[in-house]
């Protein structure tokens, strides 16, 4: 073997022997005895199969080899020699040794370590064999998460780190009612589209680096907002987000899990709307209790009675308190509570509040002081009553809890930012300050929530619902602003509140103040003498109601105030009034109700002029208003000249409701048994004959005519609303034919016809028929009686 080829083969541990036909060694290279299992075996002269007994065995092959029958053969050993720790790997390869292209006897064995090969082959077979294995678990725990995040009551989206939405849960998919694929590469707030509001807190909270195998916090939690689904329904829901990294860029993002708050806020809105219906039916009935018992207390009493009385209305008082609280918080809850946007005196609010708890600060001996602030402003935008309220309840808990000292209210405003269209550039701040019990201070977190006061034993003392401060804390959220207290026990508290509203112009403010004064403005004050006009002034906000009672008196009129629709019905009722200044938006009945009423109990000959109150956006509606029966319009606020305008233009009226409120009066005066009184005949001749321009008899003839004429209808008309069981229309109709029958003096027959308007007021329907029969009968009387009558002219 030349040395080139030696060199060869030891370049990669190949070894070799040359073999003559007995097996015997005849050529070996110098290292071939180590990878022999019997190293000292392999040397010349030797059989080979004694240093490898791998080659036992294969003497039949090899005589082929040696004949030329077969090329080459190979074959594998393992050797395991005490000098090597591991085992060598061999593989035995056997030629002929050909010489000169000829074959011979000899044979050639190439003995190679491929131990190397066969550690990498196996390694990477293991390595093959363990991927393998990561691989199925993989799948496994990803198909276990995929289930988890499938079964989930929650929707679930998950974004990439710009907010692209990459994947998202089967109740997302029914939730906002897309598939997968089609969501998918949209930006988050396609569903979600206040996340806009978060996404600055989202990007702030989430950049800061949390550890990657750490708890997630979630960024944002259960905010509660609204998601749009594909077919552009809005679902309430609330939402939490949190950030996901990894150290791969594709496993990063955001998840989002929406949570369906349909059914919660339908149970909630049904809880509030049922708390709120209750507490009103049960304020009603305690209402005119105590209204009674008011009554009671000036009759002729003995001293035990006067007794009993007291405890009757302060328990009612007590009573009425707690259903108020429970009904304002229930209405809150429920979304219910409106905030008023009118101008009002900051000043006049503040004092309001503090002249009613004077008295009860009195009794306990503290002093009651207000630091006045003399850049507050004069005039400002809200809700005055809700305002009020926070201040009486702050007030009144100061009071309460303190024994001895003062209780100080301090306002004081400053200017704030306006964020995006808001309106409102100001910040009120109010604290009320006492020195009373204190509250321990790992209870302050307790005291606006609903229902808690600081102990039972607190509720047995001083009484109260715990509701209070959770009232003020939704007042004040719902006017823009938050509340706090600082508190230490037996020093005294600190209740703090804000709200934001922004300053009427100076302008306005000083025309609303001028005009109260009426210092600059010349006012006939002899104008009521000339008009003189019955006003009724229908308002709820004391406030207004001053400022214009105070316009009306410069003027020399003295108006009735009514402080809602109900009670304006009542004082009409009473009595008869030229004009009413309605007020649009008030509680228990609004203005527009009241008018509704008013112009269905009262002809438009008697009817007050009704001249609505409203916030000058309210103008547009305009024709609405009109077409309603309202007769005019004041926009607030309004110059004094303003109101003396319209009242001008009532005197129009005044005269003719003068005659028919005689007409009336004289029907009342009298009512008797007779088919028709003929008073009332003669009245309208008497009212005619005031008239030159007509001939008062034929008048008279030409009415009786008319409702000779008209009345039969009618009455056809009451029987088909009686067989279409049309009871509204039944109802409108006896109601006119009741007036109209008074007004010509058949006043057993109109009595009949109010009679039925009550039964059908009072829905019992069973009588109904009897009395259309009764008043088709008295109608016969009616007619003949009228037709004699009308003989007589
Ligand atoms: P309530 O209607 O029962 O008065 P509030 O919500 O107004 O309920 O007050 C809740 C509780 O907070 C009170 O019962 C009292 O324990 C505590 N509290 C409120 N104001 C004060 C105060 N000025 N000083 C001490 N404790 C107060």
């Not at 725990?141 to 990459?166: F, H, R």
């Not at 019990?437 to 509720?459: C, D, E, H, M, W």
Request: aromatic content about 6%; overall charge negative.
């Amino acid at each position: 073997m030349n040395s080139l080829f030696t060199n060869i083969l030891s370049l990669r541990r190949i070894e070799y022997l040359i073999i003559n036909e007995f097996w015997k060694i005849i050529e070996l290279s110098p290292k071939v005895n180590l990878l022999a299992e019997y190293s000292h075996e392999v040397q010349l002269g030797k059989d080979v199969r004694i240093g490898f007994p791998e080659l036992f065995g294969v003497e039949v092959i090899a005589s082929d080899i040696r004949e030329g029958k077969q090329d080459n053969f190979e074959l594998k050993g393992i050797i395991r020699t005490k000098k090597a720790l591991n085992p060598i790997y061999i593989d035995i390869r056997i030629a002929n040794n050909i010489k000169d292209n000829l074959i011979s006897n000899q044979l050639l064995i190439v003995v190679e370590d491929v131990t190397e090969r066969m550690v990498l082959e196996q390694s990477l077979v293991q390595g093959a064999n363990e991927a393998n294995l990561l691989l199925r678990t993989l799948t496994a725990s990803k198909q276990y998460i995929d289930q988890i995040v499938t079964s989930m009551a929650d929707a679930l989206l998950v974004t990439t780190a710009s907010g692209k939405i990459k994947t998202i849960n089967r109740t997302a998919q029914i939730l906002l009612e897309y598939d997968e694929a089609e969501i998918c590469g949209e930006s988050i707030s396609t569903v979600l589209k206040e996340v806009d509001n978060w996404k600055e807190e989202i990007a702030q909270r989430g950049n800061i680096q949390t550890p990657l195998f750490g708890p997630i916090t979630p960024l944002v939690k259960e905010v509660e907002t609204f998601c749009q689904t594909k077919s552009g329904k809005t679902i309430p829901v609330a939402f939490s987000c949190s950030k996901v990294q990894t150290e791969i860029e594709h496993f990063q993002g955001y998840v989002y899990i929406l949570r369906d708050m349909t059914a919660r806020k339908q149970a909630e809105l049904a809880k509030q709307e049922f708390l709120a219906m209750i507490s009103h039916e049960i304020r009603t009935p305690v209402a005119a209790v105590i209204g009674m018992t008011d009554i009671l207390s000036h009759t002729d009493l003995s001293e035990p009675q006067e007794e009993f009385v007291e405890t009757i209305r302060n328990s009612g008082k007590a009573l009425l308190e707690i259903i108020n609280d429970i009904l304002d918080f229930s209405k809150i809850e429920s979304g219910n509570l409106e905030i008023e946007q009118e101008p009002f005196h900051l000043n006049s609010c503040i004092e309001e509040a503090l002249s009613l708890l004077t008295l009860k600060a009195q009794e306990k001996q503290l002093e009651l002081i207000f630091h006045r602030n003399s850049e507050l402003p004069t005039l400002i935008v809200g809700d005055i009553s809700r305002l009020r309220q926070i201040l009486i309840n702050l007030l009144n808990n100061a009071i309460k809890f303190t024994e001895n000292g003062s209780v100080e209210l301090s306002v004081t405003s400053r200017e704030r930012q306006i964020i995006g269209n808001e309106k409102n550039n100001l910040e009120i701040q109010f604290a009320v300050k006492d020195t009373g019990i204190g509250i321990p201070s790992n209870l302050i977190n307790r005291l606006f929530k609903a229902f808690s006061q600081v102990n039972s034993s607190i509720t047995r003392k001083y009484g109260g619902t715990g509701l209070g401060l959770a009232i003020c804390k939704q007042l004040s959220e719902l006017m823009g602003g938050k509340i706090w207290v600082e508190s230490q026990p037996n020093q005294g508290s600190t209740f703090y509140f804000t709200i934001t509203t922004r300053a009427i112009k100076t302008q306005l403010s000083q025309q609303w103040e001028s005009e109260a004064k009426a210092s600059d403005i010349v006012i006939d004050t002899a104008i009521a003498q000339k008009h003189p006009l019955k006003i009724l002034l229908v308002e709820d906000y004391t406030t207004n109601q001053r400022m214009i009672a105070l316009m009306l008196q410069r003027m020399g009129y003295q108006a009735d105030v009514a402080n809602n629709g109900l009670e304006a019905l009542t004082a009409l009722r009473s009595q008869p009034y030229d004009v009413v200044l309605m007020d649009m938006q008030m509680p228990q009945m609004d203005g527009m109700t009241a008018t509704q009423h008013i112009v269905q109990e009262w002809e438009p000959s008697v009817r007050p002029r009704i001249i609505a109150l409203t916030a000058s956006a309210m103008l547009s509606d305009k024709e609405k208003y009109l077409a309603s029966g309202i007769d005019d319009f004041l926009a607030k606020p309004f110059h004094i000249e303003q109101l003396m305008e319209v009242l001008t233009n009532c005197q129009i009226n005044r005269e003719q409701i003068n005659k028919v409120i005689k007409v009336n009066q004289a029907e009342s005066r009298n009512q008797n048994d007779l088919i028709i009184d003929t008073a009332a005949l003669q009245e309208i001749h008497r009212i005619a004959n005031f008239n030159c321009a007509v001939n008062a008899k034929e008048f008279v003839l030409t009415t009786i005519d008319d409702y000779l004429q008209e009345t039969p209808k009618f009455l056809q008309e009451i029987q088909v609303a009686l067989s279409n069981s049309n009871f509204n229309t039944l109802r409108r109709l006896v109601h006119i034919l009741s007036s109209s029958s008074a007004t010509l003096g058949a006043s057993n027959f109109a009595g009949l016809c109010t009679e039925l308007e009550m039964t059908l007021i009072n829905e019992m329907w069973e009588e109904v028929k009897e009395q259309i029969d009764k008043i088709k009968a008295e109608y016969e009387n009616v007619e003949i009686a009228l037709i004699q009558e009308r003989e007589k002219y």
